[in-house]
């Protein structure tokens, strides 16, 4: 079992909050109106308008300790249409296992177009799509329900049924979002992968679910060039024998090649008379869709979430805690092989205009993510931590050379936000008088939601996330399962979450499922991160719990050594392995991808080490800090170090990793060179 990281691994306190939202957002907020309506209707706590911390302390505790209260109330108040009606709402509460709203039924997709039945909504927009023309491309809610009909009638004469699966080979377009919605309205399985993702990744994960209708676009632009993937889908058509259909997205104008359908074939509708979507009524755990793990280490979990489970933990996050409503406009970067596009197309949910951008983040310039935000005028803005602190390096002030008045909220995740993304946001924005709430947010594909996060009616400190969330009943504990507070423990959840998955694909007995979250502490999540929750409620997250730095007896966490060492101009990014060595001993490397002219000669190793000393810990200074040619990274974006460190202990790349999982596999190379090395 490991043991936590020691508390000396913890950043200095911030007695003072970076942020504190005003009484008109507290009042406003809708988190704040559902606690005084949840404690006249549910039995929740009275809110305490002149302590807002205690409030929401309140709200979150009873959230966690009545369970069935808050959900029936978060049902309720998000209006939430069930076609037959349930029984309870938690029938068994065990983990794995938990069983939501046994006997009722609804549909997700219904909720996706509600905006669309208010007739002075139909010609607003549902969806403003961006390439990297930068010219917004709007489509109305009126025209997005008339598509998702014409789809899903298009899906049911296709012979697809609830519980068939329908696959996505798409990026970030308007037709994902379609295929998506038409796939749930007919109660079908959605599965998506982004078209950067190589044939063997695809198919690493499509065959697993065998689908039955394939959703292919022939190419796609980034960073200023066309790539042609039509090659590609030829490969994935020819393995996937279960595709009785297979539909043509034109994003490079190609005709659709022999025996596929056209796009607009299938939607194409009369618009004087729509057809109307038909919302199949499917019960509360029937899957909604399967997303996939990053798969570095072996086969891609797929992991199934049900529609009702989905449904009701989006409506909190999005309508909650990001406050989220029909008058915004809701931007996160992400592309169609992560979670986060998933909780994009959730904005919807709460009647907001959904922004989706298909392109690079950095093309023609670092400032492009930012420009889009203008262009749109996005509300709420979601992005990386790792944008965040490239823009910071690069030096450029995005609130004072553009028009970003509309942004209320700028959200990051993929990784711990360090201090100095907090900071330079905060400045940021504030050289244009701007009232910039930051909302960094941890959580996972696993729920498809945040453990911790955004609440609008909190303070914000520096390097921190504002609280759990609601529901969520988000603790650390040390190796024997008591819960700490200010100290570095396990994250783990010890309630259900509605969002949890009802089960993996290709996992007959639940035995890989079980393995995944429920081996240490049994009948407890068990995340895989290293938490601290503060006694104020605010929570840090310092990285995977797998891949611990253990010097001496000490433990950090790897997200502390890169927030330090990746202030430093000289270093692009950084990577850093603990390796037990067969003596007894133990080796800890540093490797940096060093910015355009930098140099690393012994001046820079040490400032790297010595920043290392002063900021963190003596006793996690490098062994070696080795010039890398990059930092390898899993397909959505998040640094790969157990493969890492598995190929440092002489593991060969094809045993270590799955190839298909990786950015760039030539990267892997450079780091098997450097373990032959150390064993000549």
């Known amino acids: 079992m490991t043991t936590a990281p020691q508390s000396d691994a913890l950043p200095e306190p911030q007695p003072e909050p970076l942020w504190q939202p005003g009484p008109d957002r507290i009042a406003g907020a809708q988190v704040t109106r559902f606690h005084t309506w949840a ?285 989220l409503g029909p008058e915004d406009r809701f931007f996160w970067y992400t592309s169609t092989g992560w979670m986060m596009w998933n909780f994009l197309v959730a904005g919807l949910l709460v009647g907001s205009t959904i922004v989706l951008y298909d392109g690079s983040p950095g093309h023609p310039d670092i400032a492009a993510q930012w420009r889009i935000a203008e262009t749109t005028r996005a509300t709420v803005f979601g992005t990386s931590a790792a944008y965040v602190m490239a823009c910071r390096k690069a030096g450029i002030h995005p609130a004072r050379d553009l028009d970003l008045s509309a942004i209320t909220c700028v959200a990051t995740t993929g990784s711990p936000l360090p201090p100095d993304g907090f900071r330079w946001l905060h400045d940021s924005f504030a050289e244009s008088g701007a009232d910039l709430w930051t909302a960094s947010v941890s959580g996972g594909t696993d729920v498809c939601s945040c453990f911790a996060g955004a609440v609008p009616t909190l303070p914000v400190h520096i390097g921190e996330l504002q609280a759990p969330c609601l529901g969520t009943d988000l603790q650390a504990w040390d190796p024997q399962g008591r819960p700490v507070t200010d100290e570095v423990g396990e994250l783990v959840v010890t309630n259900p979450m509605p969002s949890m998955p009802t089960r993996f694909w290709n996992d007959p007995d639940g035995t890989r499922y079980h393995d995944s979250y429920f081996d240490m502490y049994p009948g407890v999540w068990r995340h895989g991160d290293w938490i601290t929750v503060t006694s104020r409620g605010s929570v840090v997250i310092h990285g995977r719990s797998d891949s611990t730095l253990n010097r001496q007896g000490v433990r950090m966490g790897s997200a502390d050594i890169y927030e330090a060492v990746e202030r430093l101009p000289e270093i692009r990014e950084s990577l850093v392995i603990g390796l037990e060595l067969p003596d007894g001993g133990y080796w800890m490397p540093l490797f940096v991808h060093l910015a355009p002219g930098a140099t690393l000669d012994d001046a820079l190793r040490d400032r790297i080490k010595r920043t290392i000393r002063e900021q963190l810990s003596p006793r996690h200074v490098p062994d070696d800090i080795i010039e890398a040619p990059g930092v390898p990274h899993t397909l959505t974006g998040k640094r790969i170090e157990v493969p890492v460190k598995r190929l440092l202990q002489g593991t060969p790349l094809d045993k270590a990793v799955n190839p298909g999982s990786v950015d760039n596999l030539e990267l892997l190379r450079f780091y098997e060179q450097v373990a032959r090395d150390r064993a000549e």
């Open 39 to 323: 404690a006249e209707h549910h039995g929740a706590p009275a809110p305490t308008p002149d302590d807002p911390a205690a409030s929401y302390a309140a709200l979150h505790r009873w959230s966690v300790d009545a369970l069935p209260a808050f959900w029936q109330a978060t049902a309720e108040w998000f209006d939430v249409r069930f076609g037959t009606p349930y029984d309870t709402v938690l029938a068994d509460r065990a983990m794995p296992g938990a069983r939501w709203f046994p006997g009722a039924t609804l549909n997700y997709a219904e909720h996706a177009l509600r905006a669309a039945e208010d007739p002075a909504r139909a010609d607003a927009p549902a969806l403003l799509y961006v390439d990297e023309t930068h010219e917004p491309t709007t489509v109305t809610w009126a025209e997005l329900r008339a598509q998702v009909g014409a789809l899903a009638a298009h899906l049911r004469r296709l012979g697809v049924r609830p519980g068939d699966r329908v696959s996505g080979y798409v990026p970030n377009v308007p037709q994902a979002v379609s295929a998506l919605l038409a796939t749930a309205a007919v109660g079908a399985v959605w599965t998506s992968c982004a078209p950067d993702f190589g044939a063997r990744s695809v198919l690493d994960r499509f065959q697993q679910v065998e689908p039955v209708v394939l959703f292919t676009v022939d190419g796609y632009h980034y960073g200023g060039k066309e790539h042609d993937r039509r090659d590609t889908v030829t490969e994935l058509r020819a393995e996937l024998p279960t595709l009785r259909a297979v539909v043509h997205i034109p994003l490079l104008g190609t005709p659709a090649p022999e025996g596929a359908l056209n796009w607009s074939d299938l939607t194409t509708h009369d618009t004087t008379t729509p057809t109307e979507p038909v919302f199949e009524q499917v019960p509360f755990d029937h899957p909604l869709w399967v997303l996939y793990s990053s798969g570095t280490t072996g086969l891609p979990k797929a992991i199934v979430q049900s529609q009702g489970g989905i449904l009701l933990e989006h409506l909190k996050q999005t309508g909650l805690h990001c406050d």
